[in-house]
């Protein structure tokens, strides 16, 4: 798991885009029977209609199954690449029927401003529609919502509706060079090319590899489209291989309209294309459930990161698909318990502050992570943050602004700051890489320890917090395995004798589990590492300005006591019962992170089958 600079991103300014316009709400999806469990499945895997990967994973992952490719040979310039020969059977004829191979040609002379991804996965889907049926309206195509009524107001965005319009031509070019149609036929409007450009804006998904990292979108039939947004959702879905199949699984789910009318109709099949296994291949998805769900009510996901506030959720929708979501969670007066948390600070003297206050920490913040991600100077993008953190933000004279440690521009500090420290840590020096190691991970064990108390408020964070609990139990292992010398004995156990996480974590693979039993695990976990906590954090924060004086609600973390620690104490002989008790900590927040990802993500996940590697050694499978 690389979770260096791909964590890292500059928070959006809330205040850019202005939110409006109705609820467009048509097509939903609801539960057909009781759902009383969390990580029940809700459909069985689903196969795409269409996907591919984005622009910089061509010349390195496979065209068709998107796993890695080994580094040489060189990739040939504007084809795609195949692990095997029946990746390339099954992908290639369909591509280049689909004329994306020719999409470069116009784009080199048309330079276009997005992922071609979004161009190829049209192109794919306008292949099948024109292979199925007429297109005799633009709102939907194959029952799938264009959106594009809102995508193409150029009043809203001038510079999106015209990356619309240009990809809708570079589409239509490419069609003509397949068709042998000189290009100087190219002119006029594109509606359908348009409208299917919308289809896949609206309703494309982007799709991890098996490292975690975005490598393209795929874009699924009406059975996972028709599926709303919420910022509470009470589903989330996962992906699995291209070979893995429905195994008899049932639908619990079906369509309905949320504004009193008719759902639209399945009378004729022929209009509503369904993702084929034998045609394309392609990463299934599969809805789950994260909340119990009544029969009846509506089934949602989420289509932003949940760990935003209102109004940073609300401008993300809005600028990607142009809707002001109208959930619980968006229209609670108060905004609930993670809301109030995310967006919380003081300014000194209790005076008030205008949005501009927030605006002006929000580009300080984006200034420091340019300082990593774009000059590689870490060492000033530390300075930067937690002299913030510590401090706070002198906005004008005598007016100093401070976050709460869970406002989410601190959280984005943290997933920075552990990033930026750990690269930090590749350096010659040893007590150098070991002291920016420690800092990193108390970062990473601040951020799963913070996001944990929002998620016990908000269960819908289950997937941000099992990750970051798998993150800081990795990097905290990791530097236990630093820190072992030669005559250490092999570690680290599993096997707690004050806790049975190991069991736990054992017996619920493929589990779907009652909230009530979470909440007793989560307890569990929490009792048994509040003792050992302290003294690592000692350890771990010790020589950090900003890290050392941390005052937090969270219990151990407050309550850091024990003895001193002595950095060349630790190098020059490290006794064993710390670092023994660091490994603990690492193995607890492991299998915690675990077991969360089994519910969320399921076995297959990327991170489950880590964590199970880890735990058993081999492939993870175990
Ligand atoms: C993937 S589609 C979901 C299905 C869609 N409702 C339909 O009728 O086909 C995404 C679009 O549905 C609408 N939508 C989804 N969630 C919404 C929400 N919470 N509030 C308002 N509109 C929403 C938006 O127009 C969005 O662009």
């Known amino acids: 798991m690389d979770d260096r600079k791909s964590n890292v991103s500059r928070p959006t300014n809330p205040h850019k885009q202005k939110v409006g316009a109705g609820d467009l709400r048509n097509m939903e999806?609801?539960?057909?029977?009781?759902?009383?469990?969390?990580?029940v499945n809700l459909t069985p895997p689903l196969s795409p209609l269409a996907y591919s990967l984005h622009d910089s994973f061509l010349p390195s992952h496979c065209a068709a199954c998107f796993s890695p490719l080994p580094p040489d040979p060189p990739p040939p310039l504007h084809s795609l690449l195949y692990c095997s020969p029946s990746c390339s059977s099954s992908h290639s004829p369909l591509h280049r029927s689909s004329a994306s191979h020719?999409?470069?040609?116009?784009?080199?002379?048309?330079?276009?401003?997005?992922?071609?991804?979004?161009?190829?996965?049209?192109?794919?889907?306008?292949?099948?529609?024109?292979?199925?049926?007429?297109?005799?309206?633009?709102?939907?195509?194959?029952?799938?919502?264009?959106?594009?009524?809102?995508?193409?107001?150029?009043?809203?965005?001038?510079?999106?509706?015209?990356?619309?319009?240009?990809?809708?031509?570079?589409?239509?070019?490419?069609?003509?060079?397949?068709?042998?149609?000189?290009?100087?036929?190219?002119?006029?409007?594109?509606?359908?090319?348009?409208?299917?450009?919308?289809?896949?804006?609206?309703?494309?998904?982007?799709?991890?590899d098996s490292v975690g990292r975005s490598v393209g979108i795929s874009l699924y039939d009406i059975s996972f489209s028709w599926i709303n947004h919420s910022c509470s959702p009470n589903a989330c879905y996962l992906f699995l291989p291209p070979e893995s199949h429905g195994g008899g699984q049932r639908f619990l789910i079906s369509p309905a309209s949320s504004n009193g009318c008719q759902p639209i109709a399945f009378s004729s099949n022929s209009e509503f294309l369904t993702g084929s296994p034998e045609i394309l291949g392609g990463w299934r998805i599969v809805v789950r459930s994260i909340k119990p769900i009544k029969k009846g009510e509506q089934v949602t996901i989420a289509y932003t990161d949940l760990l935003q506030p209102t109004e940073s959720r609300q401008s993300d929708l809005w600028s990607k698909y142009r809707f002001t979501c109208c959930c619980n969670r968006c229209i609670a007066v108060p905004p609930i318990q993670i809301d109030q948390r995310l967006q919380e600070f003081c300014a000194s003297n209790g005076r008030s502050l205008n949005e501009v206050g927030?605006?002006?920490?929000?580009?300080?913040?984006?200034?420091?992570?340019?300082?990593?991600?774009?000059?590689?100077?870490?060492?000033?993008?530390?300075?930067?943050?937690?002299?913030?953190?510590?401090?706070?933000?002198?906005?004008?004279?005598?007016?100093?602004?401070?976050?709460?440690?869970?406002?989410?521009?601190?959280?984005?500090?943290?997933?920075?700051?552990?990033?930026?420290?750990?690269?930090?840590?590749?350096?010659?020096?040893?007590?150098?890489?070991?002291?920016?190691?420690?800092?990193?991970v108390a970062y990473s064990l601040l951020l799963a320890v913070l996001t944990h108390h929002l998620f016990l408020s908000e269960s819908c964070l289950i997937a941000s917090v099992s990750n970051f609990w798998i993150g800081a139990g990795e990097s905290v292992l990791n530097l236990a395995r630093d820190l072992k010398s030669d005559c250490d004995s092999e570690f680290p156990s599993f096997k707690c004798t004050k806790?049975?996480?190991?069991?736990?974590?054992?017996?619920?693979?493929?589990?779907?589990?009652?909230?009530?039993?979470?909440?007793?695990?989560?307890?569990?976990?929490?009792?048994?590492?509040?003792?050992?906590?302290?003294?690592?954090?000692?350890?771990?924060?010790?020589?950090?300005?900003?890290?050392?004086?941390?005052?937090?609600?969270?219990?151990?973390?407050k309550n850091v006591g024990g003895r001193e620690w002595d950095l060349k104490e630790i190098m020059e002989g490290y006794e064993g019962q710390e670092r023994v008790e660091l490994s603990w900590v690492g193995v607890h927040c492991l299998l915690y992170g675990g077991i969360l990802m089994n519910i969320c993500g399921g076995p297959d996940s990327h991170l489950s089958r880590y964590v199970r590697g880890v735990v058993y050694g081999g492939d993870g499978k175990g």
């Open 102 to 208: 020719h999409l470069h040609l116009h784009l080199s002379q048309n330079p276009y401003d997005g992922q071609t991804s979004d161009l190829r996965v049209a192109l794919l889907l306008l292949l099948q529609i024109k292979r199925h049926q007429p297109i005799k309206q633009y709102d939907r195509i194959c029952g799938l919502m264009s959106n594009r009524r809102q995508l193409l107001m150029s009043n809203h965005d001038v510079e999106f509706s015209t990356r619309i319009k240009n990809g809708a031509k570079a589409m239509a070019a490419a069609t003509m060079m397949r068709d042998g149609v000189p290009d100087s036929n190219l002119s006029g409007e594109y509606m359908l090319e348009e409208a299917v450009l919308c289809v896949v804006v609206t309703n494309a998904v982007e799709v991890q």
């Open 499 to 557: 806790c049975g996480l190991i069991d736990v974590f054992e017996a619920n693979f493929d589990d779907d589990q009652n909230p009530k039993w979470v909440l007793d695990v989560s307890n569990e976990f929490v009792n048994c590492i509040i003792d050992i906590m302290p003294k690592v954090w000692k350890f771990l924060v010790h020589g950090n300005g900003y890290l050392e004086v941390v005052k937090d609600p969270i219990e151990f973390i």
């Open 29 to 39: 999806m609801v539960a057909t029977a009781e759902i009383e469990s969390i990580g």
């Open 358 to 440: 927030i605006e002006k920490v929000t580009e300080y913040i984006n200034d420091a992570i340019d300082d990593y991600l774009s000059s590689n100077d870490a060492e000033s993008c530390c300075k930067k943050l937690e002299n913030l953190l510590l401090n706070g933000f002198d906005y004008k004279q005598n007016l100093i602004i401070r976050l709460h440690p869970q406002h989410h521009l601190s959280l984005n500090a943290y997933t920075t700051l552990a990033s930026a420290y750990k690269i930090r840590s590749i350096d010659e020096n040893i007590l150098h890489n070991l002291k920016m190691k420690r800092f990193s």
